[in-house]
């Protein structure tokens, strides 16, 4: 590029658009072709370390860092822009001081950002919550932010500096499996063990509720879906039944599906509901 810049005379205003263009595709071919050989390369070595969320961010940077290069060779190569380069450059300390300053977040997003992707608390395609608020599969992690998708289908954009310091819940990280609780309200002098009887057989129907039990345990006649009662009161009694299930993704809508086809057997073989009903079925 400093080469083809002698060959132009560059304070021209034609030659010196023409010359951006040409670096523009320049650089734009160039991070291009380092993604696919640096990509392919990782994925031939076949290594564990390398994981999506690794690629993700290598191509990131890869492209801030080629674009920089292009910056500096558009400012060096122009007269004009040399020239005042040049002279901002002789108060090289005070640019410094200000640049760092100015920089300091965008800096800290950037370190942030290469820890998250070193000790990988999280990965893109992981599903994680930082609150109630802040939940849903992690799309994306650059050198600014982390992008996260929620159930509503739109993006949470999270600075890394902001993320890094959180307490994130992740569901996905080493095992997807998770046991669900389920709880279930009925009066006060309902008969316990139909209610259980119940809840164990709707919830083994459904298809993505999993028998966790070890072999040991299935000898030994551990219950698949363990109900217990978890309190009482003055008008209720509380049962929580526990359910393994494959995807955490998946429990919402399987808590919705069990609270329907549960209380629907208990209309029809009559076990007693709480008088009161102001904390049936809680979540």
């Known amino acids: 590029m400093f080469s083809l810049a002698t060959d132009f ?33 990782l994925k031939k070595s076949k290594r564990e370390d390398y994981s999506t969320t690794s690629i ?16 500096l060779v558009i400012v060096f190569s122009i007269p004009a822009l040399r020239s005042k380069a040049t002279f ?47 939940t849903g599969i992690v799309e994306d992690i650059n050198l600014r932010h982390t992008i996260i998708n929620n159930f509503e289908n739109k993006r949470l954009i999270i ?10 819940l992740n569901h996905t990280i080493e095992d997807s499996h998770i046991l669900s609780f389920n709880n279930f309200y009925i009066g006060l002098y309902a008969d316990i063990d139909l209610a259980r009887k119940i809840i164990q057989e709707e919830a083994i129907k459904n298809s993505k509720v999993i028998d966790n039990r070890t072999p040991e345990e299935v000898i030994e006649g551990k219950e698949q879906i363990e109900v217990r009662v978890i309190s009482t009161h003055n008008s209720s009694v509380l049962l929580r039944a526990y359910a393994w299930l494959v995807n955490p993704l998946d429990e919402f809508k399987i808590k919705c599906e069990l609270r329907e086809s549960v209380h629907k057997r208990f209309v029809l073989e009559g076990v007693e509901f709480p008088k009161t009903m102001a904390k049936i079925y809680k979540a």
């Open 88 to 134: 901002i450059f002789s108060g090289a300390g005070i640019l410094a001081a200000i640049i760092g300053f100015a920089a300091q977040a965008a800096i800290s997003n950037l370190v942030a950002g290469a820890f998250i992707v070193i000790f990988k608390p999280f990965r893109v395609g992981d599903y994680i919550k930082l609150d109630d608020l802040r």
């Open 56 to 71: 993700q961010f290598l191509k990131n940077s890869l492209k801030f860092l080629v674009s920089i290069l292009a910056l």
């Open 9 to 41: 005379d560059l304070t021209a205003s034609k030659n010196i658009a023409i010359f951006l263009l040409i670096v523009f595709i320049s650089s734009f071919i160039l991070t291009k072709l380092l993604r696919f050989i640096i990509v392919r390369n």
């Open 159 to 168: 600075p890394n500096s902001v993320i890094s310091t959180e307490s994130v």
